[in-house]
C-alpha cells in the first residue's frame, strides 16, 4: 500500500509542477487557484482508475502536497 501511495504522491507532484506552469494566469492566486481545481480532478481520476486506492488513503498526502507547493511558491 505505501507503495501505491508514494506512487500517486510522486505523480501528483509533477502534475501540480507541470500544471501551474501551463498555466496563462498573471496574478499568482488565480495560478493557485486553477491549479488547485485541477490537482482535484486529477485526484479524482487517479483513483477512479486504480483499484487499490479510495479517497482516504490520499487525503492527508494531498492536501499536504498542495499545502508544500503552494508555500515553496510564495517563499
Known amino acids: 500500500m505505501n507503495d501505491l501511495i508514494e506512487q500517486f504522491e510522486s505523480e501528483l507532484k509533477a ?3 507541470f500544471r501551474y506552469n501551463l498555466s496563462l494566469q498573471q496574478d ?7 491549479t488547485e481545481k ?3 480532478a ?3 481520476d487517479y483513483l477512479l482508475k486504480s483499484p487499490d486506492l479510495i479517497a482516504g488513503d490520499v487525503e492527508r498526502s494531498t492536501q499536504n ?4 507547493f503552494i508555500n515553496k511558491k510564495i517563499h
Not at 499568482?28 to 486553477?34: C, G, K, P, V, Y
Not at 502536497?65 to 508544500?68: A, F, R, S, T, Y
Open 15 to 17: 502534475f501540480l509542477e
Open 28 to 34: 499568482t492566486a488565480e495560478r493557485f487557484n486553477e
Open 38 to 40: 485541477a490537482a482535484f
Open 42 to 44: 486529477f485526484v479524482d
Open 65 to 68: 502536497i498542495l499545502n508544500d
